[in-house]
């Protein structure tokens, strides 16, 4: 089989490592691929929303899958735009249509989904500019702190906690009034605050039955104690020891179930991979947010945890037998630490030289922002490398992880040196 991977972080490079490794695999290539994924396949130099680029790339190279990434191609219709097209729809494409993306693209239509299919979530109201002051009497009616959500897209900084009440109505104003982010926040849900532990459940699904993948657990913010500001994602623990099986049991029938049927009900045609953004409250699991992709870093320890062959799963997704497929899991535990460009999540340089990376030894080191200058790798973005390491519990795997995570040096690296901080496992 020919696969092309589209993407570029840490998320692609878990992605491309696991298919390298399928006895199906013949050429895999990477749009645009980064340092790393250059050792898995082929990186070629397109971004990933040139439709007409990728078009030419899969006719080309002969493609049979395309696994999408990131989240902007898929709500702007990269399956549909295969599907229209006699000379590539015979392409699979890993990754839901246009409008079943929208569980993603927009907030309000998650939410009027969930609430359509009795799925937990915290309750909500919409707004838009003409609706404002609603907006500011809702605001009212709820204990802080308060959620405000962008309801489009917004590059992972759509949403605001604040624990002030005339601070929420200004950034409400902000948001609708301003566009602080732009046409994103044309619309913004505010929903009450829900208080505990979050977690990451995903599934595969071919439209009809689905597959569940590990869970995980990441860490948004910047500072230790989860402190600061939110970013795209500081490390990950898989698997999350409060998911016992009276918890997951909670969340097949109460949220995996109802959503795979809801879809159904509803005439939205998914195929590809579900993100629930979970919280556990209680013992009770409510939906965050869904994301129509693969999180990240998640990926880079749920994806090391799959046992099986990832494209028989894809070939399950793209036939929809996905039913007779099986899935294996790593009974160990996985985690990764993600080392991030000094001044991250906001202004910051790029182009540093990175040293250390072949003196790794019992972990897994998955690009995200870097980019090859000759043989030296230099860093490319906010977030550079995630170290993923296995062991028998979270502790082992995460001192193999940050020793590791020691030896690789950049001009002003950080990482987090708390991460699992707050999970306590029983010992194994």
Not at 384 to 411: C, H, M, Q, R
Request: with cysteine; hydrophobic share 35%.
């Amino acid at each position: 089989m020919n696969v092309l991977v589209l993407g570029s972080g840490g998320r692609e490079h878990a992605i491309a490592w696991k298919i390298a490794q399928s006895s199906q695999i013949d050429k895999l290539f990477i749009a645009p691929g980064n340092a790393g994924t250059g050792q898995e396949g082929t990186n070629v130099d397109l971004a990933v929303d040139d439709f007409e680029g990728i078009k030419a790339l899969c006719l080309k190279e002969k493609m049979d899958f395309v696994f999408v990434g990131p989240e902007g191609p898929l709500v702007n219709g990269i399956h549909d735009y295969f599907l229209a097209d006699d000379e590539i729809k015979h392409i699979a494409i890993i990754g839901p249509n246009k409008e079943a993306a929208q569980l993603e693209g927009s907030k309000d239509f998650s939410k009027k989904f969930m609430k359509r299919h009795n799925i937990p979530t915290a309750k909500y109201q919409t707004f838009t500019k003409d609706t404002l002051e609603n907006g500011y009497a809702f605001l009212e009616s709820l204990k802080p702190p308060y959620v405000l959500k962008a309801d489009g897209l917004a590059a992972g900084k759509g949403v605001l906690i604040l624990d002030n009440l005339p601070e929420a109505k200004a950034e409400l104003k902000s948001m609708l009034s301003d566009a602080k982010f732009g046409d994103a926040s044309s619309r913004v849900v505010i929903e009450e605050f829900l208080d505990g532990i979050e977690l990451s459940v995903f599934v595969v699904t071919d439209g009809k039955s689905y597959k569940k993948l590990p869970e995980a657990k990441d860490y948004k913010r910047i500072g230790e104690g989860d402190t600061g500001l939110n970013t795209g994602g500081m490390g990950a623990v898989s698997p999350v020891p409060f998911a016992k099986k009276g918890f997951m049991d909670k969340v097949e029938n109460q949220v995996i179930i109802p959503t795979i049927k809801g879809l159904i009900k509803d005439g939205i045609d998914y195929q590809g991979v579900i993100f629930f953004g979970l919280i556990n409250v209680k013992n009770d699991p409510f939906v965050i947010e869904y994301n129509c992709r693969m999180g990240d870093p998640e990926t880079e320890v749920v994806i090391p945890r799959l046992k099986s062959d990832i494209l028989e799963l894809f070939e399950g997704v793209a036939t929809r037998t996905l039913s007779e497929r099986d899935v294996e899991f790593d009974d160990r535990t996985a985690t990764t630490v993600m080392m991030v460009s000094g001044g991250y999540p906001n202004a910051y340089e790029k182009e540093k030289s990175i040293s250390g990376l072949n003196g790794i030894h019992d972990s897994i080191v998955f690009h995200a922002g870097t980019k090859k200058d000759g043989p030296t790798v230099l860093t490319a973005g906010g977030r550079v490398l995630s170290v993923t390491s296995y062991g028998k519990n979270k502790e082992k795997a995460l001192k193999t992880t940050y020793d590791n995570v020691a030896k690789i040096n950049f001009d002003k690296a950080y990482y987090r040196k708390d991460i699992g901080h707050d999970i306590v496992e029983e010992k194994k």
